[in-house]
Structures are given as structure tokens and as C-alpha cells.
């Protein structure tokens, strides 16, 4: 009440001071009491501070109460900059289990429960491994609404928060959707009222689904229990069709009424390119088994017959033959050499090269691969070396033994026939052929030439080369030794098992090679060492570009190689970009907010 008081004074003294400037030039008195009036002025403002702070006015932090700080939760949103690295910053939610998904090669992380500091050092501490001195930057948008409890035949069941006029439909799908197995016709949910009575209501969900009837998808209330029931096998099996055979999905389907044969085949993925639309078996069910049925669903097709097209009801079979293909013809070709399983193997006219080889295990350790010798051995068709067959009207038909320089109808006159009116003779002088292939010309840019056909009778040699240098691509499917996990911008991330000759490069080949969005600059191989793990950059632009294979580390068992995405400018960026001009975080989040709304 003092404070009040004093300031009400020290504001009418200010009041009188104003007034009296305009009358201070034309009246004695008041230039007189002008000089005093200020003084004071100053002396109650001195006073005024002085006495906010010996009471503590202005210091409301001292006496107000510490509140609890935010922990993070299902639903919340996380800002999350980490400086200089644009590929490693973004918004991110909280899931379900509490775990928030990051770029690699931080991963999934479980954040429940934290708070925004204890985020920061989290990420700060994990990006330590891979970056030198990081710096990560964290806000959080937290998620308001209530909780409720979805349990049963869903893919994620779990407690969520959900804001106003939650539906159920809604709920469901931040599950992850039903199962197979979800009974929608069933589904019940639970509500607490303000009584705290339970009250147990049964939804027949499938009437929203199938006829959009909207008051089977009833909005939810705080702390509802919704559970989904598992169908019974029995009962589901009744509405189901089984489609086998030559169909583009075969397998079983749910359907919710009878159909014809073609929409059942067209629910199947169709028919394949070898089905015989002949030879269709629609089996339906009898009271103790099934009653087959053979449909030509060809005579439907072409007019013949309208009624090869019939009703298909729940709880049916269909099996759809194959048609009959008359068998390729095959032939024997030898591998020897320096290949996993060297043998003869049967194969078509279609067969080529690398086909032979992959059946023969591909190539072992020191294979001479860019000189593949294949020996044709078959001579061509119709011929004979030597030797001729004189048959038709002659005394003694036989084969019998000719020169170099013989003609045919000499070796025939001999024993001359009256009757003899044509004769024909063939000859032809051949030894095997022999063919040097680069076969990794095909394996490196798909040279076909370098991966010609077979012929029957041929044989491969693979030659044994101690300082050849095998190629992955084919050696490290048969012979692992090393293993290597490639991830980031990658189009196949995950651990192989490679040759220990393998390249950094080669083993980014191996993994898909890079995405269009690989920031080829920034590769980076990351080792084990005694106590941590050691960053080597890797500039493969350079590598690709000038030549310096140099640059490029040798691989060990358990290292792994990652891949960042390119910077690109977006949003990200310049948010980012601004951060760094900022002088609080408080800002930058004004920064993002404005920017983008969530």
C-alpha cells in the first residue's frame, strides 16, 4: 500500500511540472517554484527505484514458485536444427512408443519422458560418434488434447491424445489400422461419466466403411476405451474365396457378396500369360465337401458360351491351370576352373555366359576374369571329316575311309552300279574354336558382348590369377568375409557380407549405389577403434572425377559406410540459415512457426 502511495505522489509532482511549462514565462511565481518542482521530480524518482528494489518489486523471479519442466510425450513435435548439417535437421514427431525417427545414422530414438535439454544432449552426444563438435538446437511444440485407449485388433494399440471432435475413424487410423483379423462388425468402446460409471457401447464399424453411415463413427470423449475383437476364424472363413493357380495374387479374399468369376479374377491381380482359360475349376461348397465345376472361360470370352461366367459365392475355390508349354531343349556345358562348382550343366539356347557362371557358383578367390576362354567344340550341323557313307543302289553299302584330296565319286566307282543315277557327299574340316571373353565388361556396363551365348558342348575355363582382382559383384555372393553395413543415400541400405579385396566404392555399388540426393562429398566411413569409433571423410566427387582412388579407405570387418543426403534449399535451410543470426532460441522458433504452420 506504501508503494502505491509513493508512486501516486511522484505522479502528481510530474502532473505539475507539466502544467506549469507553458505558464513558466509569464508569471513570476511560477518561475520561481519551476527550479523546485524539478528537483523533486528527480528525488522521488531516485526514491522510487530505490525503494522497488529494497522490497523487491522488480524482482518477482526471487519470490515466484520453480514450475516442473515439460517432458515430452506421444504426439508432440520437436524443431530440431543441427548447425551446418541441413540433412540432419527437420520437424519430427513423437510416435505412439515415444521414439522419434531421425536420418541416419542416428536412427530411432526413444525420447518419452525427457525434456527439451536432456533431447539436446541426447542428440548432441550420439552425433559426437560421427560429427566433430556438434551443435543441436531443440524446441518443442507440445500436443494438447486428452487421452484415450484403443486395445485389440490394430497395429499399434497404445494410449493417445486426440484434440476435440475425435473421431473413431480417426483413432484407428493413428493406430496403424486394423489387422486381418479385426471384427468391425463388434467393436466396442467404453466411456467413464461423470458418475465414474462405466457405459458400454457395441459399434458395427463396417457400416461407416462400406456405407459412410456416420453414426457408426461416433466422435471421442476424454479417457474412452475403444477394443477391437478378433474375428472368429470360423465365421470369417464364410465370407472368404480362395483363388490358386496360374492368378497374378493368388491367395484368399474377403468378399462381402457373391461376384462373377471374372470381377473374383480381376480382385485376384488376373490372370497370368500362361493360364488356360479352358481349364478353370471353380470349386463351391456342399455341406461335407466341395462340388468342382469345369469352366472354358475362353467360350465366355468369344461369344460361345454366356454362361461360362458364373456367380461366385462365399466360401468358394477357384483354380486356374497352367497351360502345358512343350519342354525347351537342353544341352550340357562344362565349366572348369576357377569357379565354386566346377561341372557340366544343362542349358538352353537362350543361355549365355554369365548365366553358366552364376550356375557354377560364380567365380572363387583368383579368378582371371577378364579372360574367360570359352572352347566351342560342336562342329556345325550337317558335316563329316574324313569319312563318307555311300548308300542307295551300290553292291555293299558301308562307310569307308577317304584322303585328304578324295572326291566322293571316285570312292563310289569303285563298286559301280547300273542303277546308281545321283549321288551326294558332304565335308567339312573343323577343330574347336577358341574365344577369349572380358566378362567384366559386362559385369561393369553391361557389354553383351562380353557375354555371349553357349553352344552344346562348350567349355569354359576360368584361369587362375594370383594377382587378379575379383570382382564383388559376383565373389562376395558365394564367398563373404568381411562385413560391411552401407547406409544413408543409398538404394539398397542394410549390412552385406563382402569380399576383403572390396573397395569403398564397390561396396556402394553392391548397396544400389547412390541416390540421386547423395551428397557424394561428405561420404564417410565409420570404424571401430579401442574405446570409440573413428570418422574418416570421404570425398568420392574426387574419386569419380579426377581419378584419386587413393582417397578411398580400406574396408574392415564391422565398418560402416555412410552416405548424407545432399543440402537443398527449402525451408529447412533458411530456417537454419537465420538461426544462426539469432541471438535466442526463443526466435528461431518464432522463425519456424512463422514460417510453417503444423
Known amino acids: 500500500m506504501k508503494n502505491y502511495l509513493f508512486l501516486l505522489a511522484k505522479f502528481s509532482i510530474q502532473l505539475c511540472v507539466l502544467i506549469s511549462l507553458p505558464l513558466r514565462n509569464q508569471n513570476k511565481s511560477c518561475q520561481a517554484i519551476f527550479p523546485i518542482l524539478i528537483l523533486v521530480c528527480i528525488l522521488t524518482n531516485f526514491f522510487t527505484v530505490y525503494g522497488q528494489e529494497s522490497s523487491g518489486i522488480i524482482q518477482p523471479a526471487l519470490s ?6 515439460y517432458t515430452v510425450g506421444a504426439g508432440d513435435t520437436l524443431f530440431i536444427v543441427v548447425w551446418g548439417e541441413d540433412s540432419l535437421s527437420g520437424v519430427v514427431y513423437v510416435g505412439p512408443d515415444g521414439t522419434i525417427s531421425m536420418p541416419q545414422p542416428m536412427g530411432i530414438l526413444n525420447v518419452s519422458g525427457l525434456t527439451v535439454a536432456q533431447i539436446q544432449d541426447l542428440l548432441t552426444r550420439r552425433l559426437s560418434e560421427y560429427l566433430k563438435n556438434p551443435r543441436v538446437t531443440v524446441s518443442i511444440r507440445a500436443f494438447e488434447g486428452f487421452p484415450v485407449h484403443i486395445i485389440g485388433q490394430v497395429k499399434a494399440p497404445t494410449y493417445y491424445k486426440v484434440i476435440d471432435n475425435t473421431t473413431l475413424q480417426e483413432l484407428i487410423t493413428s493406430a496403424g489400422g486394423t489387422t486381418e483379423l479385426a471384427d468391425l462388425k463388434h467393436i466396442r468402446l467404453f466411456r467413464t461419466d461423470e458418475e465414474g460409471k462405466i457405459q458400454e457401447m457395441e459399434i458395427d464399424f463396417s457400416l461407416f466403411v462400406k456405407q459412410n453411415d456416420l453414426s457408426a463413427n461416433p466422435t471421442l470423449e476424454e479417457n474412452d476405451v475403444v477394443f477391437i475383437p478378433r474375428i472368429n476364424r470360423a465365421e470369417r ?5 480362395a483363388v490358386l493357380g496360374s492368378i497374378g495374387k493368388p491367395g484368399t479374399y474377403e468378399l462381402e457378396e457373391s461376384l462373377p468369376l471374372l470381377d473374383v479374377l480381376a480382385l485376384a491381380g488376373g490372370l497370368t500369360p500362361l493360364a488356360d482359360l479352358r481349364k478353370i475349376w471353380l470349386l463351391e461348397p456342399t455341406p461335407n465337401s466341395y462340388a468342382p465345376k469345369e469352366i472354358s472361360l475362353a467360350d465366355y470370352l468369344t461369344g460361345k458360351d454366356l454362361n461360362a461366367n458364373p456367380i461366385v459365392s462365399q466360401g468358394s475355390a477357384i483354380f486356374v491351370e497352367t497351360t502345358q508349354l512343350p519342354e525347351k531343349p537342353t544341352f550340357p556345358v562344362n565349366v572348369v576352373g576357377q569357379v565354386q562348382r566346377p561341372g557340366s550343366y544343362q542349358v538352353t539356347e537362350k543361355t549365355r555366359l554369365a548365366d553358366v557362371l552364376f550356375m557354377a557358383g560364380g567365380f572363387s578367390p583368383g579368378a582371371e576374369i577378364d579372360k ?3 572352347i566351342h567344340n560342336t562342329p556345325p550341323k550337317g558335316t563329316a571329316t574324313k569319312s563318307h557313307e555311300a548308300v542307295g543302289e551300290r553292291s555293299e553299302p558301308k562307310a569307308e575311309d577317304v584322303g585328304e584330296r578324295s572326291e566322293a565319286l571316285h570312292e563310289v566307282s569303285a563298286e559301280r552300279s547300273e542303277a546308281v543315277h545321283e549321288v551326294t557327299a558332304e565335308r567339312s574340316e573343323h577343330s574347336p574354336k577358341s574365344v577369349e571373353v572380358d566378362v567384366t565388361k559386362y559385369l561393369k556396363i553391361g557389354d553383351m558382348e562380353s557375354n555371349p551365348p553357349v553352344f552344346e558342348g562348350d567349355t569354359i575355363i576360368v584361369s587362375l590369377n594370383d594377382k587378379a582382382k ?9 564367398s563373404p568375409s568381411i562385413t560391411i553395413s552401407v547406409i544413408g543415400e543409398v538404394r539398397k541400405p542394410d549390412t552385406y557380407d563382402l569380399s576383403q579385396t572390396t573397395t569403398f566404392w564397390e561396396a556402394i555399388i ?14 564417410m566411413l565409420i570404424q571401430g577403434v579401442e574405446g570409440g569409433q573413428n570418422r574418416i571423410d570421404v570425398d568420392l566427387e ?16 564391422g565398418d560402416t559406410i555412410f552416405i548424407p543426403k545432399q543440402k537443398e534449399v527449402g525451408v529447412w535451410k533458411q530456417i537454419v540459415s537465420v538461426a544462426r543470426d539469432v541471438s535466442t532460441i526463443g526466435i528461431a522458433v518464432l522463425i519456424i512457426l512463422g514460417r510453417r504452420s503444423y
Open 470 to 478: 575379383m570382382i564383388p559383384t559376383i565373389h562376395t555372393i558365394f
Open 510 to 523: 553392391i548397396a544400389g549405389g547412390p541416390t540421386t540426393d547423395a551428397d557424394l562429398e561428405r561420404a
Open 64 to 69: 515466484s514458485t520453480p514450475q516442473r519442466e
Open 372 to 374: 574367360v576362354t570359352v
Open 237 to 241: 472363413a464364410k465370407s472368404m474365396v
Open 542 to 557: 574426387k574419386v569419380l572425377t579426377e581419378g584419386l582412388f587413393s582417397l578411398m579407405p580400406t574396408l574392415k570387418s
